[in-house]
């Protein structure tokens, strides 16, 4: 289990110490909107656990997995892109190579409009 990162901006949110529009909370996980949206809906899903990417997640965390992919769901569901007639896109960035600029585990739920693939 990691301690949370003493220069991790998600940690500081979890704990306060940095304001976010939080949208959702479980024991586990934490969502919150994107400060710097790419679709009308764009939340992400973290654990409120520090690991710093997907590339560290391991077998003994699947029921954290199921926690934030639960979450995801509750989110796309409130923010009413998770029904049927619908939809939403998760995503989660590995490394610098894929945009990761905060190394934190976290999903991205994108929604509110159609999702060309491949991105634009």
């Known amino acids: 289990m990691s301690d949370p990162a003493p220069t991790c901006l998600f940690c500081a949110i979890v704990a306060g110490a940095v304001p976010a529009e939080v949208v959702a909370e479980t024991p586990d996980t934490l969502a919150f909107r994107d400060i710097n949206p790419f679709a009308p ?3 992400l899903v973290i654990p409120k656990r520090h690991i710093a ?3 560290e997640v391991g077998p ?9 992919f ?5 989110v796309a569901d409130a923010e009413g892109i998770g029904g049927p007639d619908r939809g939403y896109r998760l995503v989660a960035n ?6 990761n600029t905060v190394f934190h585990l976290h999903l991205h739920v ?3 409009r159609p ?3 491949p991105p634009g």
């Open 110 to 112: 994108l929604g509110g």
């Open 60 to 68: 003994a965390d699947g029921d954290l997995l199921a926690a934030l």
């Open 115 to 117: 999702m060309d693939w």
């Open 94 to 99: 590995v490394g610098p190579d894929a945009s």
């Open 41 to 43: 809906v764009h939340v």
């Open 70 to 74: 639960t979450t995801a769901k509750a």
């Open 53 to 55: 990417s997907a590339a």
